[in-house]
């Protein structure tokens, strides 16, 4: 158990609609990560945030925004979805934005888009 | 910009084997170098890291060393177990204006037979 909890596990939905990916990152630890899983793009960075605040941001959709809250969790919001969103979607989380610092992630949101 | 290149899979081995799983990498600075493994259904779990060079990152029997003058930081098992059936992915984190991003490969299926 990496510490990384994200809800829902698996989540089917149509095509047009919102969805919102829920992440609490390990105890301590300031800085999260969302990160895209698909068979044809492999892992993907979308996006980071460190202590509430944007720090990087990666291959993310102009339909796809995240954020995090004054307790650390975060959520990436996925909207006007389309068949290609099938993925799976990890959150991640380490105690600061440093190269060394040890990435811990989750077990995955899968999200099927019909 | 960065990039982290693995040997192409799926890999097939036979339980006891050498294994080695080559990753070559691409990046300005000195970046810190990880493996993942994701076992079927799961989410990423660090199996070794190594924050500078010459360093030897080592868990579970796997090694690898951080290969400056080669960009390299191959993975090593002496006698593979069916357990170790599983994805692996080559990562690193450049650090500076990446913040704490990781890059991946593209992953190495990995299958050991009884």
């Known amino acids: 158990d990496s510490g990384v909890t994200q809800t829902p596990k698996h989540l089917i939905t149509a095509t047009g609609q919102r969805v919102t990916l829920r992440c609490s990152p390990r105890s301590g630890d300031l800085s999260v990560y969302w990160y895209q899983q698909s068979l044809d793009q492999g892992l993907q960075f979308l996006i980071q945030?460190?202590?509430?605040?944007?720090?990087a941001k990666g291959n993310i959709l102009e339909r796809f925004s995240a954020q995090q809250f004054p307790d650390l969790h975060s959520e990436l919001n996925l909207s006007s979805l389309e068949l290609g969103d099938s993925a799976l979607y990890f959150c991640?989380?380490?105690?600061?934005?440093?190269?060394?610092?040890?990435?811990?992630f989750g077990e995955g949101s899968w999200l099927t888009v019909v | 910009g960065n990039s982290v290149t693995q040997m192409e899979g799926p890999v097939t081995l036979s339980e006891e084997a050498f294994l080695t799983i080559n990753c070559t990498y691409t990046?300005?600075?000195?970046?810190?170098l990880f493996w993942y493994v994701q076992y079927p259904g799961e989410g990423l779990q660090l199996l070794l890291k190594a924050t500078k060079a010459d360093d030897k990152g080592s868990n579970k029997g796997f090694e690898a060393t951080y290969r400056k003058e080669t960009t390299s930081f191959h993975l090593e098992k002496g006698s593979v177990q069916v357990s170790d059936s599983a994805v692996y992915f080559c990562?690193?984190?450049?650090?500076?204006?990446?913040?704490?991003?990781?890059?991946f490969g593209q992953g190495t299926i990995l299958t050991v037979h009884p």
């Open positions: 990562a690193l984190n450049a650090g500076g204006t990446s913040y704490g991003k990781l890059t």
């Open positions: 991640a989380s380490s105690q600061s934005g440093g190269s060394g610092n040890t990435i811990y």
């Open positions: 990046a300005t600075g000195y970046p810190s």
């Open positions: 945030y460190y202590n509430g605040e944007e720090r």
